[in-house]
C-alpha cells in the first residue's frame, strides 16, 4: 500500500510552465503506474499521463501530449508533472494516483492510491 503526498501546483501564466510532484510513502513507486487527473468542472475524469516505473513507458492524453512530461526520482520515492506550455483551461485540481502494475493507464477505474490534491490555476 503506497500513500502518496502531492506538492508544487500553483498559479501559471498561459505559455508558462509548473512542475508538480508527486511522493510515495510507505512503500516505493517500483512496478507502479503513476497518472495524473484533472478533477475539474467539465472535465472528463481521464487522466492526462502517466508513466509505469517498471516497464518506462508513458502514455499522455491528446491535450497534454507535447506539452507535458513525467519523470521521476527513484531514490526519493517521488514522480514529477512537469506542464509547459500552459493553457488556461488546464486549471483543475491535479491528484496523482498510483497502482501495481507494468502497465500505463489514463483510467480512473485502475487506479487505488491517491494523492491529496493540488490546485493548479493558469491565468493572465
Known amino acids: 500500500q503506497v500513500q502518496l503526498v502531492e506538492s508544487g501546483g500553483g498559479l501559471g501564466q498561459p505559455g508558462g510552465s509548473l512542475r508538480h510532484p508527486c511522493t510515495a510513502s510507505?512503500?516505493?513507486?517500483?512496478?507502479?503506474?503513476i497518472t495524473w487527473f484533472p478533477q475539474a468542472p467539465g472535465k472528463e475524469r481521464e487522466g492526462v499521463a502517466c508513466?509505469?516505473?517498471?516497464?518506462?513507458?508513458?502514455l499522455y492524453a491528446d491535450s497534454a501530449t507535447g506539452r507535458f512530461t513525467i519523470s521521476t526520482d527513484y531514490a526519493r520515492r517521488t514522480a514529477f508533472l512537469q506542464m509547459n506550455s500552459l493553457r488556461p483551461e488546464d486549471t483543475a485540481v491535479y491528484l496523482c494516483?498510483?497502482?501495481?502494475?507494468?502497465?500505463?493507464?489514463?483510467?480512473?477505474?485502475?487506479?487505488?492510491?491517491w494523492g491529496q490534491g493540488t490546485q493548479v490555476t493558469v491565468s493572465s
Open positions: 494516483a498510483s497502482e501495481p502494475g507494468s502497465w500505463v493507464s489514463l483510467n480512473v477505474g485502475d487506479f487505488g492510491s
Open positions: 510507505g512503500d516505493t513507486l517500483d512496478y507502479h503506474a
Open positions: 508513466f509505469s516505473s517498471s516497464s518506462g513507458r508513458t
